[in-house]
C-alpha cells in the first residue's frame, strides 16, 4: 500500500504515469544496474520502487518565483550512480527548470537528482541527506521550490563565439525592418535589439543534432500577423504560438538542425517548442543550445 504523503502527492500534482509495462521499466532499469555493476540490495531497492510506484513525473508551479518544475521518477532510467563512502547509490530522477533545462546530461538537466542507497537512505548529487525513507522523500518532494537561476557557462560562450557573436555585435537590420513595416509588421525594441546582436548566427550545439541558427533569414510564414486573414495560411503551431504568446511573437530562428522555431514575444520571452525558455534572452540560448 502506497503511503500517505506519496497520496498527497498525487492528490497535489497529478503525476502522469509511464504507459510502459512494469516488467520492461524493471528490465530497463536491470540493465543499467547491469551497466554500473551495482550489487544485488541496491538492484533490489530499485526493483521494489518500479513494483510499487512505476515511472512517472509531474509540473508544478513555485509559489514564490512562477517557475515551472518538473518532477521525474525514473530509477535507473538512466545509468547514474553516487558513490558515498563505500556505498552505491542509484539514480532515482529529479527536479528540473522547464524552462531552463530543455536537454542536457544529469548535471545539467536536473537542478537536483536524487539516489537511493540499499538502505534505502535518499541523497542528491552533492552527497546531501534528503531523507532516511520513502515517507520522508515524498514529503520533500511535495513542498520543494528552487528559485533557480543558471549560470551561463564558458561553454556556451565559447559555442557562441565560434558562431560569430561578439561584445556589441549590432547588424543593420534597415532592409529587414522596412520590408517589415510594409506589410504592416512592427518588431518591439527588444525584438530588434536580439536580431541585431544575435542575426545571422549559425553553429552546433553541445549535443549531436542541435544545430541552430538565429534570424538569418525572414521568415514569411513566421512573421505573419494572425489576425490578417489575407495573408498566406498561418501553420499550426505558430497559429498556436501567437494565440498563447500574442500576436506580436516574431520567429527569430530555428534549433536542431530546422526542426523547431525559435519564437521571441514582444516583450523578450524566448520559446521553443510552445515553452518558455528562460528568464533572460541568455538563459533561453543556453538552454536552447543544451547546457
Known amino acids: 500500500m502506497k503511503d500517505i504523503n506519496f497520496i498527497r502527492l498525487k492528490e497535489l500534482y497529478h ?3 509511464s504507459e510502459n509495462p512494469i516488467d520492461s521499466q524493471i528490465a530497463e532499469a536491470m540493465r543499467n544496474a547491469d551497466r554500473l555493476h551495482l550489487e544485488a540490495p541496491v538492484r533490489d531497492r530499485i526493483t521494489e520502487l518500479l513494483s510499487e510506484y ?3 513525473h509531474f509540473t508544478k508551479t ?6 515551472v518544475l518538473k518532477f521525474h521518477f525514473f530509477p535507473l532510467y538512466f545509468p547514474y550512480d553516487l558513490e558515498n563512502n563505500q556505498d552505491r547509490a542509484a539514480f532515482l530522477g529529479g527536479y ?28 542528491n548529487q552533492d552527497h546531501r541527506l534528503i531523507a532516511k525513507n520513502l515517507t520522508d522523500f515524498w514529503a520533500y518532494i511535495a513542498e520543494r521550490e528552487y528559485d533557480y537561476h543558471p549560470e551561463i557557462t564558458e561553454d556556451v560562450m565559447r559555442i557562441m563565439r565560434r558562431a560569430g557573436w561578439y561584445e556589441g555585435r549590432k547588424i543593420n537590420l534597415d532592409a529587414l525592418l522596412e520590408e ?14 536580439f536580431i541585431e546582436e544575435f542575426g545571422g548566427l ?29 495573408k498566406e495560411q498561418v501553420w499550426t503551431l505558430e497559429r498556436s504560438i ?5 500576436a506580436d511573437t516574431l520567429c527569430v530562428g530555428y534549433g536542431n538542425e530546422g526542426d523547431f522555431p525559435i519564437f521571441l514575444t514582444s516583450d523578450g520571452q524566448l520559446i521553443l517548442r510552445d515553452v518558455k525558455v528562460g528568464r533572460t534572452i541568455w538563459e533561453g540560448i543556453q538552454c536552447i543550445l543544451g547546457y
Open 15 to 17: 503525476p502522469v504515469f
Open 54 to 56: 512505476g515511472c512517472f
Open 62 to 67: 513555485e509559489r514564490i518565483s512562477g517557475d
Open 96 to 123: 528540473r527548470n522547464r524552462s531552463c533545462s530543455l536537454y542536457g546530461n544529469e548535471e545539467t538537466r536536473y537542478i537536483e537528482s536524487f539516489y537511493i542507497d540499499a538502505a534505502g537512505v535518499i541523497r
Open 180 to 193: 517589415s513595416m510594409a506589410d504592416d509588421i512592427f518588431p518591439s525594441d527588444v525584438q530588434i535589439a
Open 202 to 230: 549559425r553553429g552546433s550545439a553541445r549535443l549531436e543534432g542541435l544545430g541552430f541558427w538565429f534570424a538569418s533569414a525572414r521568415m514569411r510564414r513566421c512573421f505573419q500577423n494572425i489576425a490578417n486573414s489575407a
Open 242 to 246: 501567437l494565440q498563447k504568446y500574442g
